[in-house]
């Protein structure tokens, strides 16, 4: 992240990717009034954003998907490939199946459809510089029917999604756990309480018909999640 000043808190540096102007400078605004992050250029297309990266290594573009010269999945996919320090959070009209997983191949750590509101921006903003992803309700819950058609593995029939039924929030928890999160990290990660965690997992272990974390985790990383 960006150096601090003075012993304050680190700034996230932001770079904007999007061909709308008043998208663009709405966004620049917003974030700008957050003392912990600074947007530290504008890109009016995905080549734009490419060549800002190499330029100002910001710590996270937040990344249209529909634009010019080079669409938000390649410039992700240039992103991720040439600049891995660099996280990219999505933020785009589109929440479907295809759009989603195009993204999430690329390299994406986040995905927002641009309805969400300044504090959930903000949020996944900080969640995906602090090395985590990060989803909206609704794209977490057609990532949850993505990975029904991913089989979990030769040693086991059991497919994940609709069949067991994980809700956008038990997949959230399922990805923390994952990534070697323990309970009050996901519960200060998610802004819930320590109890509602250990109900989600207990949920989630039901569901998998698993009886411990390390099973749980072992299904998680078979399926894909935690990196």
Known sequence: MGGANDGAAEVITVVVADDQTIVREGLTTVLSLLPDIEVVGEARDGAEAVELVARCAPDVVLMDLRMPVLDGVAATAAIAADHPGTAVLVLTTYADDESIAGALRAGARGYLTKDAGRREIATAVRSVAGGQSTFAAEVGQRLVAALAAQT????????????????????????????????????????????????????????????????????????????
């Open 152 to 227: 979990v593995g030769p040693s086991s029939p059991r497919r994940s999604g609709p069949e067991i039924g994980l809700s956008a929030r038990e997949l959230e928890v399922l990805t923390l756990m994952a990534k070697g999160h323990n309970n009050s990290e996901i519960a200060k990660e998610l802004f819930i309480g320590i109890s509602t965690v250990k109900t989600h997992i207990g949920s989630l272990f039901a569901k998998l018909q698993v009886r411990d974390r390390a099973k749980a985790i072992a299904y998680a990383h078979r399926i894909g999640l935690g990196g």
